[in-house]
């Protein structure tokens, strides 16, 4: 148990909906990092907060967005959702923004139909 | 851009049989090489961090090493246990964001 919490474990929608994924970071970390996982694209990184911030943004879609609150868990919005944003979605945490190792949550089963 | 490039895709091994995993690395200044180890439907599991050439790392059966282009996984006398995805991930200098290769899926058979 990495001390990483991701909800909900899966979620099964429709195309054109939006959904929220929440994820609450290690006690402790101020750095929450969103990925997403494919059978064809592997772990991309999508976007990442540091303390309330938006610190980089990676290959993450305008219909994407993410924030993270005062309490540092995080939420990701997906929206007008389409067939190929079925993933895995991962949210990682450490303790800066620079070279520490990042510790993964179980991992969101986003299934769009 | 920074890449990564694991090799072999799949390895299949016998208990007890030592192998090596390959990670191929290009990247602008390595602030830190990354291993991983991913259960299917799980999040990846952290296993070591190298920074610099020449530094080694164990964990039990398992021990990362570090040149200047590539990092191995070698893994000792493997148990049936010890199957799963390995994935090599960089860091550059400046970037916040790790770079994963597709990884090695390692399965041992008992």
């Known amino acids: 148990d990495s001390g990483v919490t991701q909800t909900p474990k899966h979620l099964i929608t429709a195309t054109g909906q939006r959904v929220t994924l929440r994820c609450s970071p290690r006690?402790?970390?101020?750095?929450v990092y969103w990925y997403q996982q494919s059978l064809d694209q592997g772990l991309q990184f999508l976007i990442q907060y540091y303390n309330g911030e938006e610190r980089a943004k990676g290959n993450i879609l305008e219909r994407f967005s993410a924030q993270q609150f005062p309490d540092l868990h995080s939420e990701l919005n997906l929206s007008s959702l389409e067939l190929g944003d079925s993933a895995l979605y991962f949210c990682a945490s450490s303790p800066r923004t620079t070279t520490y190792e990042q510790y993964f949550g179980p991992g969101t089963r986003l299934t769009v139909t | 851009e920074d890449q990564v490039t694991q090799s072999p895709e799949a390895l299949r091994l016998q208990e007890g049989e030592s192998s090596s995993l390959n990670c191929s690395y290009t990247v602008s200044g390595l602030r830190g090489l990354f291993w991983y180890r991913q259960d299917p439907g799980k999040g990846p599991e952290f296993l070591f961090t190298l920074y610099s050439a020449g530094e080694e790392k164990e964990k039990e059966r398992l021990k990362a090493t570090l040149t200047k282009k590539e990092s191995f996984l070698h893994i000792t006398a493997p148990k049936p246990e010890d199957s799963a995805t390995y994935l090599c991930a960089v860091q550059g200098t400046g970037a916040q964001k790790l770079v994963f290769g597709q990884g090695t899926r390692l399965t041992i058979n008992p």
């Open positions: 006690s402790g970390d101020l750095s």
